[in-house]
């Protein structure tokens, strides 16, 4: 009776044992893993970010100027990278238009670009962009000539819209906007591709430029009827008519340069039954 009593102790205490050492075992394992774990964490927050992705669409950013614009920034700690810092200097590019950052655990961040799209040069010193915005930067970047527009502050969402309505209207003619001015009393003028000047007022300023566009083959076969001078018609004309002043209710005038000597104005008169324009020329001088 004893012999089994004493078995059956024996017996508790080696599965007591056995479970202690297991749980010391497990308990130990534990406490490596957790040992592991904080020095690899302690190990990834001093890693520094050796990896700099920068994408988007960039025709006048260069990398260099991203890298340049992130100078003070500190990228030796991953996880303490500061990506609103990034955004806000390189927001602060001339060219930039938008910024989005992000970190790429472990080691990596990624930059995506969006340029400006410029569309005219504005008063000389700034450039404007597609949404109607003045910005300034470089315009040695520039890929392409554009054109300029002058006018007073806070007008150039008006000057950049009259533009596309405009220019849409001469491109029927094949012509085009090179110049836009915008006076102080919000009186328009236009200087087209071909040269000639087009003065149009303050008002009605799609219904003048389409009178002009009506007007524009005549005044075309009015120059070939003269003594070529050049074998370009389109060289004649840029060379001959100075301006187009627009600003009559029912006429328009056309002033010549020196080299045509060929004064002459054009009145629009309205004939009422049939309902269309008959165009007029007053010569002052023998044609």
């Known amino acids: 009776m004893k012999d089994k009593q004493s078995v059956s102790v024996n017996q508790q205490a080696l599965s007591f044992g056995l479970g202690l050492a297991f749980f010391l075992w497990v308990l130990i394992g534990l406490i490596s893993i957790a040992w592991w774990l904080t020095n690899r964490l302690v190990e990834q927050e001093n890693l520094p970010v050796n990896s700099v992705v920068i994408s988007g669409e960039m025709p006048y950013t260069k990398r260099t100027d991203i890298l340049s614009a992130m100078d003070n920034i500190n990228l030796g700690n991953f996880f303490q990278v500061d990506v609103n810092e990034i955004q806000s200097q390189v927001s602060a590019l001339p060219w930039v238009y ?9 080691n ?10 410029p569309v005219a040069l504005w008063n000389g010193d700034f450039l404007l962009n597609e949404f109607g915005k003045a910005f300034q930067a470089d315009t040695r970047r520039l890929t392409q000539a554009l054109p300029k527009f002058f006018g007073p502050e806070g007008s150039e969402l008006l000057a950049l819209e009259n533009f596309i ?34 003065n149009l007022g303050r008002e009605e300023r799609v219904k003048r430029v389409q009178r002009f566009m009506d007007v524009y083959p005549l005044i075309k076969t009015h120059l070939e009827q003269q003594p070529k001078q050049q074998n370009n018609h389109k060289k004649q004309l840029k060379q001959a008519v100075d301006y187009i002043d627009l600003r009559y209710d029912t006429g328009l005038a056309v002033g010549w340069k020196s080299a045509a000597n060929l004064p002459l104005s054009i009145k629009l008169q309205t004939q009422q039954k049939k309902q269309r324009h008959i165009y007029a020329i007053n010569k002052r001088v023998h044609l």
């Open 165 to 198: 309505n405009l220019n849409d209207l001469l491109e029927y003619r094949n012509l085009a906007i090179d110049e836009l001015v915008l006076s102080e009393r919000f009186s328009w003028q236009l200087t087209l591709n071909d040269g000639v000047m087009l």
């Open 98 to 106: 938008s910024v989005a950052v992000r970190k790429q655990w472990p």
């Open 108 to 117: 990596e961040v990624k930059i995506y670009i969006v340029d400006q799209t």
